[in-house]
């Protein structure tokens, strides 16, 4: 990884050094976003949709158990193997003891935020297998060595001159082209071969119905067929929440995905996985790696009804200005925000103070996650916990004693307004991180107390 | 039913409003009591107690809430000219051993801009004010307190704050490229995400001065707060201006005291 842990404050300082950059992020995201408002708004029953969405999603979340087994039980009669992963590492070790079994080194990858999730391509690579994603925006991270930044679009903080540059390197492209045609015709070329020579293919999923024991992949480029169809063993990952109880419900699910992601009416391919084709392996693994923690949560288990389709990352002001890595996780934005510190408290305490509470999130959510009423209570988990630093712990006890005694509010406000008015450069200095862009308001002579008190309580 | 006369209307004045802008809390108590309203300001107050529950100390807040029970339990109504601090404590506000108490006080909780429309049903205020204004739409009063349709959803738009607005003279409302985002103050996130609240603000302010606006105004004085300092260290001929400002009749100078208050 060459990203280095910092904290989210940190991460987009140095996001912002440059700003034109910064405006380019943010339209580009605003852009995603736009398209998705115009094609929600296209369909009257949107909000309904929604509503179904999210109330499925609930009956899921209640009926995990019975849901999983029933899953499990019919994907093992249409003749798929499954596997069970508490954490991320049983979840490796699964997929490479698969591979060894089949004596595969080489394996092509489709999108799988679950597998960015478990770290897994570091873990393969550190076992001698060599794993090509094939989605065109993770190959180029691929080829950086860094993170996706972006759910769906994982290399939107790249602009054509920086592909540009990593394919004439990697891929051997004329210097300096920024043609997006002649560069992704580069890419294909380069993935086909990849594709016709590897044996394996694993793919995410984005919803597996527990009724038929299959599993849909949505994607626009159709790399998880080619992979899938073209290799012996494929190999498909899904977090326990993706679980969906019936075929029908896809109606309810594709048609809100894309339009949340992207704003198309549906994915270029919607690829349904059910059996293995003669001759071909096929396994599930199905993970939980702290999902089971987040249900037992009860403001928290929300969250894993999420379809990962990155709305409220393209919504979210602060993540079109500070860049998905700001996030250091796998999932980036606020429902990453509200992921994490399930994952790791202590590493992850900086997100969910990574937010205005605008709620912008909650309301592009197609499957209505309350994201930022979230975001505030993960706050209040965090500081009961001794997660949040000691000096602001320090700062906010310091307001609180104030606040809580009228007179000591008054005469604290009276003294400070009186040394900014006599010696501004107290609070005017870089140690106020107000100041550093911002003029501090003008201090008046009286307050609004004090006003009223001399005027209306003679 | 009481009439408007007989309402025991209390006015709850933020903290930072109280101290740096205490033309915006005059601007809103004269024009309550313009609108009829017998009006109360219990001296006692402090603040809502946002800053510390946002931060995540929620348990520091039990202070502030037994301070803000006890000066406005008696009322009818609680009016504040910011709809940030009313979102707060519609939904946190409580006070140990009197949480039922503590419900129904939540429930008269309004924001100045809610109360005029909602429950005096005025839509027409009687003001001038002739020039071009940007209305920045605070987030916690349109997606918390529903003062106005959000964009993100697919359902009728409306405006509570447009609505008054647009009945005041002269007052040109200038349309925004982005018209409900946020501008990015936070709370104590202005400070702790210092570069990221900066940028949201610059790029609000910028929105509203490519679409020609004298002012930016706006129900919720810290929003505007933070957009002023952006104004102001730019250099900007923009003023920032309380919607409460606007609407009792002009800029409201506050006469300068003869020494200094004790």
């Known amino acids: 990884m060459s990203i280095l842990p910092k904290d989210h404050a940190e991460a987009s300082e140095v996001f912002n050094k440059d700003e034109g950059y910064v405006n380019w992020h943010d339209e580009t995201l605003w852009f995603v976003r736009q398209k998705r408002d115009k094609s929600s708004k296209n369909i009257p029953e949107w909000e309904a949709l929604r509503e179904a969405g999210s109330q499925i999603k609930h009956y899921v979340l209640s009926h995990l158990d019975r849901l999983l087994v029933e899953f499990e039980r019919n994907a093992k009669e249409n003749g798929v193997i499954v596997h069970w992963a508490k954490d991320a590492s049983e979840h490796n070790r699964i997929v490479l003891d698969i591979l060894k079994k089949h004596q595969v080194q080489q394996m092509v990858k489709s999108k799988s935020m679950l597998t960015e999730e478990c770290h897994m391509n570091e873990f393969l690579a550190q076992n001698g297998i060599d794993v090509i994603d094939t989605d065109l925006g993770e190959r180029i991270v691929q080829l950086r060595q860094e993170p996706p930044s972006h759910i769906v679009l994982p290399a939107i903080h790249l602009k054509k001159k920086d592909i540009g540059d990593l394919f004439h390197e990697h891929l051997g492209t004329d210097a300096g082209a920024t043609d997006p045609q002649y560069l992704t015709e580069a890419a294909r070329q380069h993935l086909r071969d990849k594709f016709l020579t590897r044996r394996a293919a694993l793919t995410g999923v984005n919803f597996a119905v527990a009724e038929t024991g299959g599993f849909v992949v949505a994607t626009n480029e159709g790399n998880a067929d080619m992979g899938a169809h073209l290799a012996d063993v494929h190999i498909a990952c899904m977090g326990f929440e993706k679980i969906i109880p019936k075929q029908e419900h896809l109606g309810v699910f594709l048609r809100l995905l894309a339009r949340s992601a992207t704003g198309q009416p549906i994915t270029t391919y919607s690829s349904h996985f059910k059996k293995p084709r003669e001759g071909q392996e096929m396994h599930v693994v199905i993970l939980d790696n702290g999902r089971s923690t987040q249900l037992g949560r009860e403001d928290f288990r929300n969250s894993l009804k999420c379809i990962r389709c990155g709305a409220c990352m393209n919504t979210c002001p602060v993540y079109r200005r500070s860049g998905g890595h700001s996030y250091h996780n796998a999932v980036a934005g606020p429902i990453g925000s509200i992921l994490a510190p399930n994952l790791d408290m202590t590493k992850n305490a900086d997100l969910p103070f990574a937010s205005t509470l605008c709620g912008s999130c909650s309301n592009v959510c197609p499957v209505k996650i309350d994201i930022h009423d979230q975001l505030y209570k993960w706050r209040q988990v965090l500081a009961k916990n001794g997660h949040v630093p000691k000096g602001k712990q320090m700062g906010i006890k310091a307001m609180s004693v104030v606040l809580s005694q009228p007179r000591f509010y008054q005469w604290s406000g009276r003294l400070g307004r009186a040394v900014m008015r006599s010696v501004p450069f107290v609070v005017n200095n870089a140690m106020n991180p107000w100041y550093k862009q911002r003029e501090m308001p003008e201090p008046p002579k009286e307050s609004f107390r004090d006003w009223y008190v001399r005027n209306r309580e003679n | ?262």
């Not at chain 2, 109280?18 to 309203?37: I, N």
């Not at chain 2, 107690?49 to 009818?76: H, I, K, R, V, W």
């Not at chain 2, 707060?88 to 109360?115: I, N, P, Q, W």
């Not at chain 2, 309380?242 to 506050?254: F, K, P, T, V, W």
Request: aromatic content about 6%; some cysteine; glycine content about 10%.
């Open chain 2, 1 to 262: 039913m009481k009439s408007i006369s007989e309402l025991k209307v209390g006015l709850f004045i933020p903290c930072y409003v109280d101290q740096f802008y205490p033309q915006v809390g005059v601007a809103t108590l004269e024009l309550l009591e313009k609108l009829g309203c017998k009006v109360l300001f219990p001296t006692n107050q402090t603040c809502c107690g946002q800053p510390m529950a946002n931060s995540g100390f929620e348990n520091m807040t039990g202070a502030c809430n037994q301070l803000f029970y006890d000066c406005f339990a008696g009322c009818d109504y609680v009016v504040s000219p910011s709809g940030s601090c009313v979102l707060h404590l519609k939904e946190h506000m409580k006070v140990e051993g009197r949480e039922a108490a503590s419900k129904v006080l939540r429930t008269k909780v309004y924001e100045l801009v809610e109360f005029i429309t909602d429950v005096l049903k005025i839509t027409e205020i009687k003001s001038s004010f002739p020039h071009k204004v940007g209305l920045h739409q605070g987030c916690h009063g349109q997606r918390g307190l529903h003062l106005a349709q959000m964009s993100e959803l697919n359902a009728p738009a409306y405006s509570k704050p447009v609505d008054l607005l647009s009945k005041v003279q002269g007052l040109e409302l200038v349309e925004l490229d982005r018209k409900d985002e946020c501008c990015g103050f936070g709370g104590t996130f202005c400070v702790s995400e210092e570069a990221i609240s900066v940028k949201m603000g610059k790029d609000r302010v910028s929105d509203h001065q490519r679409n020609g606006a004298a002012y930016i105004t706006g129900s919720d004085m810290s929003c505007l707060m933070h957009l002023e300092g952006i104004l102001k260290r730019g250099g900007s001929k923009v003023e920032v201006i309380h919607i409460a400002q606007i609407l009792n009749g002009s800029h409201i100078e506050i006469p300068t005291p003869q020494g200094e208050p004790v």
